[in-house]
């Protein structure tokens, strides 16, 4: 294990990528204990970033309100990059999770709304893998997949959700669309 | 102090004759019993035109490396075979040894049997006694012979006299009668030789020290280094038969496995190339280059003088992947074992997963026309069928005939399954009760993607009715073995000759995780994909469906924990998937209904 | 927090996997 001064890094060569991403964590951790000038912090999250954050946001969903959807997408976009670059690394995670999926679940929408499928099912994967279950994530992730002709995982994803909340209407009326589009699939 | 050796050789060959029997029989047994069971082997499993097709299309080069690597035809000759036959002359050999030897001959006569010498039952009352012994002793009686006898013949006659009167005390009079009980012999006990049976010049002379040294030899060295060796081999293998170095790698790369991962067939390549069974098989090679090497396979390249080593390496993924998936359902990812499982599918047909595998699965497939040619996006094989023979040629670029035939061939006997009943069911109950042991059994249909699709409901009710009877309440699995083997693959791109099978594994619905070790089904009945049933023919389904003759698979997986104590209903799902074809897949929700 | 980054970083990367497998 190399240490550099004056870059204040640590290194380690020919290191396996499970070593070095924990060697780039703790790099990530000193550069913001560095670059932290409030000596007493706190987990509380930055309040002016939650604003920063919090009013591009709301830009963007004025915007969506305008039908202005192609900007909608790109403020909401530099609301979470926002995010992505100001949080530190010790502001309560359950804050950022929670903004996060916030601001992706609209994306979401606004990518289906624009025909972006790809993207809004690689959101609604991550929003599914940090443990969001809801209904809503299953119909519109059903929806991407049908949209994207991959049927077979559809009909697995809306079962699931079925599985899950077996009294969703839009879920049923997904299920029989699927399997009249896989029967049409399979010839 | 002074052993008698056996010089006579009186001893020795029963010592010898026992160890060889014990050698011997089970060997014999064990030995006949599998060419039984290879026989039974062959004629249960079902043959398919896909066998023959598939020889065709095999290549030279792959058809040379079997030739090369197949397990040996010759079971007949076998070594072990070589060793039964030597060990059962060995034994014909010292029994003839035995039996002409003399001195074992009259060792044998001072046994004392009283009933022989009475020829009597061992079992006969007193009364047959006595009289056996009156009548005997009438004949032998010395008064009673005649007078022409010779002297040495009237003393075997009074000898023999002598014996049945004894034999008789022995049965009759108490003292004689414990003495035989007690030492075999009505006299008391006999004078019995205590010896080592060996002969002497093996103990005595100068051959003692050539034992000694046999003895160092044996314990010290051959038997240290068998057992070091069954160890090793023992150790640095899994149960599942992959080596344990690689099943260490591949536990260390699930436990490690980061959510930000993206699972593909690339990924699984690249764990596989890092297996132990490479390294050991080509040390001068490394991971890279058995990464290549797997992935010439999966485009069809030629991989120059690597071809057998890739030939090599191709034949071993197939236990890895499957120790692979073992280990992958115990860490309960749902995703690596399918991604794994479609991996074993692009290996076994050299066809990259992307969506018209189904489609350039097939031979004889020219991939580029497909890609550009195919106008409404053809994905399935259901789909190919939709158009007329001709059009399909001009889709998949096929101009020759022939060609053109066998292709449909193949795409008309790759299996489909159509689910048509799926359950959990306790043996004996009609719902699950509590904390039951269910197991899920499913009704599938085998049919090709060629068939006129039918709903299930078209099946009547008794078609799907099992015997209920004892032994298949005590053991529901049972009644799978009744149905055939699975046909060979067509995989003519696999170096080795395979059957495959489908890996069911069992999905929570709640949190999406496996929670059972993957159950494989290597027994269907493929009888289905012989008939016709075209779906560009058939019209009207009520005339020409006719239930009876389209059979109905089962397949049964056992549920490996009771079921839940709470009434309700819980969600899982039911992925069967095969590791040969695309397309030839089950993925169902299937409810438990736990009731009182 | 960090591996939450990576888990977001990763869509990109799921992006064009699944457009060329698709």
Same mark, same amino acid.
């Given at each position: 294990l190399q240490y550099n001064p004056n870059s204040k890094l640590l290194g380690l060569p020919h290191s396996s990528e499970d070593v070095t991403m924990n060697i780039s964590q703790i790099n990530k951790l000193t550069q913001d204990l560095v670059a932290e000038t409030n000596a007493n912090f706190t987990p509380q999250p930055h309040a002016e970033s939650t604003a920063m954050i919090k009013k591009m946001f709301e830009n963007g969903l004025k915007q969506t309100q305008q039908q202005k959807l192609a900007d909608a997408l790109k403020s909401i976009n530099l609301a979470i990059e926002m995010a992505q670059r100001k949080r530190?690394?010790?502001?309560?995670f359950a804050v950022q999770l929670q903004e996060l999926q916030f601001m992706l679940k609209n994306r979401v929408d606004l990518c289906l709304v624009q025909g972006r499928f790809m993207d809004a099912l690689q959101d609604l994967d991550f929003l599914q893998n940090t443990g969001l279950n809801s209904s809503d994530v299953f119909i519109r992730k059903t929806d991407a997949l049908i949209k994207l002709k991959q049927y077979e995982q559809a009909r697995a994803e809306c079962e699931r959700g079925l599985s899950l909340d077996p009294t969703n209407v839009k879920l049923k009326a997904l299920l029989i669309e699927n399997t009249r589009r896989l029967a049409e699939y399979n010839g | 102090q002074s052993y008698d050796y056996d010089e006579g050789s009186e001893t020795w060959p029963f010592f010898v004759l026992a160890v060889l029997c014990v050698v011997l029989v089970p060997l014999t047994l064990m030995q006949a019993y599998e060419i039984i069971a290879a026989k039974d082997e062959d004629s249960s499993s079902q043959s398919s035109p896909l066998e023959k097709l598939s020889e065709k299309y095999t290549g030279d080069q792959v058809k040379r490396f079997r030739a090369k690597f197949a397990p040996k035809k010759s079971k007949l000759l076998a070594r072990r075979n070589l060793v039964i036959i030597a060990g059962w002359c060995m034994v014909a050999f010292l029994i003839n040894k035995i039996g002409s030897n003399g001195a074992i001959k009259d060792a044998a006569t001072l046994l004392f049997d009283p009933y022989a010498l009475l020829?009597?039952?061992?079992?006969?009352t007193d009364r047959e006694i006595r009289s056996a012994y009156r009548k005997l002793s009438v004949k032998f009686h010395p008064d009673k012979l005649s007078k022409d006898l010779s002297a040495d013949e009237r003393t075997v006659l009074e000898e023999q006299y002598v014996m049945i009167t004894k034999a008789y005390k022995a049965l009759t009079d108490e003292i004689t009668r414990e003495n035989y009980l007690r030492y075999g012999h009505p006299d008391g006990p006999q004078a019995t030789s205590h010896g080592i049976a060996l002969p002497k010049f093996l103990v005595d002379s100068s051959a003692s020290t050539l034992m000694v040294l046999g003895y160092i030899a044996l314990l010290g060295f051959i038997l240290p280094f068998f057992v070091s060796r069954w160890w090793s081999k023992t150790q640095s293998f899994t149960k599942k038969g992959i080596h344990a170095r690689s099943a260490s790698y591949f536990a260390d790369r699930l436990f490690n496995f980061k959510p930000s991962q993206v699972v593909t067939t690339g990924l699984i390549l690249n764990w596989l190339s890092h297996a132990a069974e490479f390294k050991l098989l080509?040390?001068?090679?490394t991971q890279e280059t058995f990464e290549s090497l797997l992935y010439d396979h999966i485009n069809r390249r030629h991989s120059g003088e690597l071809e057998t080593a890739k030939l090599r390496i191709v034949a071993k993924t197939h236990a890895l992947l499957f120790g692979l998936l073992d280990i992958a359902t115990t860490f309960r990812n749902l995703e690596i074992s399918t991604v794994a499982i479609d991996t074993f599918k692009s290996i076994v047909q050299a066809t990259p997963l992307t969506s018209h595998s189904q489609i350039l699965q097939l031979p004889n497939v020219d991939a580029k026309r497909f890609e550009e040619g195919s106008v409404d996006d053809i994905r399935t094989l259901g789909k190919l069928f939709t158009f007329e023979d001709e059009k399909i040629g001009k889709i998949l670029g096929i101009e020759d005939e022939t060609k053109l035939r066998e292709t449909l061939s193949v795409a008309a006997n790759i299996p489909h399954l159509k689910l048509l009943r799926a359950e959990f069911t306790v043996p004996g109950e009609s719902v699950v009760t509590p904390l039951s042991t269910p197991h899920i059994s499913v009704k599938v249909l085998v049919r090709s993607a060629k068939h006129k699709f039918f709903t299930p409901n078209k099946i009547p009710d008794e078609l799907y009715k099992e015997e209920q009877d004892f032994d298949s309440l005590r053991?529901? %699995?049972?009644?799978?073995?009744n149905q055939p083997a699975l046909p060979r693959t067509f995989a003519p791109h696999f170096p080795a000759k395979r059957s495959g099978c489908w890996c069911a594994l069992v999905v929570l619905q709640k949190d999406g995780k496996v929670i059972q070790t993957p159950m494989l089904v290597d027994?269907?009945?493929?009888?289905?994909?012989?008939? #016709? %049933? #075209?779906k560009r023919t058939v019209k009207d389904l009520e005339k020409e469906f006719n239930p009876e003759e389209w059979e109905i698979g089962t397949i049964k997986i056992p549920f490996s924990q009771p079921a839940p104590d709470q009434k309700g209903d819980y969600y899982f799902r039911v992925i069967v998937k095969s590791t040969e074809y695309f397309g030839a897949d089950l993925d169902f929700t299937l409810p438990m209904m736990v009731r009182e | 927090n960090q591996a939450l980054k990576r888990r977001y970083q990763a869509i990109l990367l799921r992006k064009d996997v699944f457009a060329v497998q698709w």
């Open positions: 530190t690394t010790w502001e309560a | 020829d009597i039952s061992a079992s006969s080509y040390p001068d090679l053991d529901p %699995f049972a009644s799978l073995s027994r269907l009945s493929f009888a289905n994909l012989n008939k #016709d %049933f #075209d | -």
